[in-house]
């Protein structure tokens, strides 16, 4: 292994962005594939396979590869606010806001509250210092309450999840960040002047409020910006490259300006889905095909930045104890909000299974503070928020996966194409179909007709096996032609079968046989030819709608509990 590595040259390789890009896309598709295998979310697999190509294994991808990706990683975080903000239609506000807005708050500041208390105790207790104790946990309680939208988000859109509990952790995962910057804003002016007594408490809350206040004056401006363009553009390629110029935009005038990224494109999002419903529907769906491969390599450079060669004993400690004070933070408060809010039973017991992951907001906070407390608290803060990532990325695609199965949403956000992909030939072919024999006369059809909605009727051998298709406008042809009714046989009659799919088919490939059918019908048989049954297309319709219909009501099931 180490002359191969060797003979490869990994820093020449670094250097090489197409070879690095198609391992990781690559090896995170296998991996995806790998991991569904055991029921376990694709985001978890992307992020294995970065630790394993990232510095804790084999170097494969370093500092200096994730560091020159950064632009890339803005734009997949851009991209997942923009879709985020899709999610998040005022109608769905307007019903519940005063439940929202209980469990948002209970949900961030539960856990800033019982991290600060765990955090700074256990440090105490292990190295006597009050001052540094109480600043410790000050800054990891604030940004204990930041929720990771991309992990969460991915496990929502792979399961095709919607609902009252979709609905509302779309909303909180959005807008909780909001709440971890004040809280690091205030929690770092207050740490801040216990160690040094430089800035005001003033100037400190000051900064975030002028980074989410510009940030979201930048979403909502550029969000009816576009929506515009995207009216005014009948064509779906150009509203696609509209949108994703807009979303680069967005994130190049926040790096300029030093606001919150996610939040501006969010906040597009949410103006474009709400002014321009119809269109952006059709662009959000463009997205999600686009969006794969950028979120696969995104998670791959999550992954990659985990060092796990760093951690000791000590930090260990602080890692579990910030571990179990997060949760049980999250936990504890989405429980109580959603209880005092009255929320449905289904965000009351499965929305803080699906609060556990952090990313994005949090590495970024751990870095700031790393920056304004450069001491040992910065780089213990960094450590533990990195570990404790690497964690929680895992854990929490699966509690989430564990809670929209078991609240009922999973497979709810489907549209008719997706059940068609879905559906075989046996799910709605009947055996019971009518019968038609070559010297079978015109009465006898008549009569058949009478005892069956079918507007296809096969004609077969005395072997079962299908010579022909007689439709009801050709019986009315005939039936137009006075004195043949004891002339015309089925034989007459049918037209011959051009087309024919197996048992095992799939409805999209049924689908495909019919445009080249002249019929609108298909003959199902077995191995031996033998005919088992016919399928019309408006079988596969009302299938279908039957199942549309079966979901909707399951969602207003969901609503109404």
């Known amino acids: 292994m180490e002359y191969l590595l060797s003979f490869i040259n990994l820093s020449n390789v670094h250097m090489n962005i197409l070879f690095l890009l198609g391992i990781a896309l690559f090896g995170g598709t296998i991996g995806g594939r790998l991991f569904q295998h055991f029921k376990i979310p694709q985001v978890v697999s992307y992020i294995v396979i970065g630790i394993i190509l990232g510095e804790s294994f084999i170097n494969f991808i370093n500092k200096e590869v994730v560091n020159a990706f950064e632009p890339f990683s803005y734009f997949a975080l851009g991209l997942i606010g923009f879709m985020i903000g899709g999610e998040l239609e005022f109608r769905h506000f307007k019903k519940s806001g005063k439940q929202f807005l209980y469990i948002l708050l209970f949900e961030a500041i539960t856990p800033f509250f019982i991290v600060f208390i765990l955090i700074s105790t256990v440090s105490f207790l292990l190295t006597g210092n009050f001052t540094n104790s109480i600043v410790f946990g000050l800054l990891l309680g604030s940004i204990s309450a930041a929720t990771a939208a991309a992990g969460t988000t991915d496990v929502l859109w792979e399961y095709k999840a919607k609902g009252p509990l979709t609905t509302t952790l779309l909303g909180i995962i959005a807008l909780d960040d909001i709440l971890a910057l004040f809280l690091f804003a205030i929690s770092s002016s207050i740490s801040e002047s216990l160690i040094t007594k430089k800035n005001s408490l003033l100037i400190e809350i000051a900064l975030p409020v002028y980074e989410i206040s510009v940030a979201i004056l930048i979403g909502v401006v550029s969000g009816f910006l576009l929506a515009r363009f995207l009216k005014r553009s009948p064509d779906e390629e150009k509203s696609l490259t509209f949108s994703i110029g807009g979303i680069l935009l967005v994130l190049g005038l926040a790096l300029i300006l030093k606001v919150d990224m996610i939040l501006a494109s969010m906040f597009m999002g949410i103006i474009i889905t709400n002014i321009a419903h119809f269109k952006s529907k059709h662009i959000f769906k463009l997205l999600e095909k ?51 809010s009255k929320a449905p039973k289904t965000i ?11 990313s994005g907001v949090a590495l970024g906070l751990s870095i700031l503070a790393s920056q ?10 960094i450590l533990v928020i990195t570990s404790s990532t690497f964690v929680v990325q895992i854990i929490g695609p699966l509690f989430t996966k564990y809670a929209i199965h078991k609240s009922g949403e999973a497979g709810l956000n489907i549209t008719e194409e997706d059940i068609i992909k879905k559906m075989k030939v046996t799910d709605i072919i009947d055996q019971n179909f009518p019968k038609l024999y070559p010297n079978s006369t015109l009465k006898d059809i008549i009569g058949l007709f009478g005892q069956y909605e079918n507007l296809y009727f096969p004609v077969i051998t005395e072997n079962n096996k299908i010579i022909g298709i007689i439709s009801v406008d050709r019986i009315k042809e005939m039936l137009q032609i006075s004195g043949v009714d004891d002339l015309l046989v089925a034989y007459d009659l049918m037209d011959s079968i051009t087309v024919k799919a197996k048992i095992d088919s799939t409805l999209p490939e049924i689908n495909d046989l019919l445009k080249k ?22 079988h596969i319709k009302k299938a279908v709608a039957n199942k549309m219909f079966e979901l909707e009501n399951n969602l207003m099931t969901l609503e109404k509990s």
Do not use: H, W
């Not at 009351?348 to 609060?355: A, H, T």
């Not at 002249?518 to 408006?538: K, N």
């Open 290 to 340: 686009f969006a794969p491969p950028i979120y696969i390599l995104f998670f791959v450079l999550v992954g990659a930045k985990l060092n796990l060669s760093k951690l000791n004993v000590f930090i260990l400690i602080f890692i579990v104890v910030y571990l179990v004070g997060r949760t049980l933070g999250k936990m504890i408060g989405a429980n109580f909000g959603a209880k005092l």
């Open 348 to 358: 009351q017991k499965f929305l803080s299974f699906c609060l556990f992951s952090q």
């Open 372 to 381: 304004k407390f450069p001491d040992s608290i910065g780089n213990m803060i």
């Open 517 to 538: 059918s002249p019929l609108d019908c298909i003959p199902i048989i077995d191995d031996s030819e033998m005919l088992i049954s016919v399928i019309e297309s408006r």
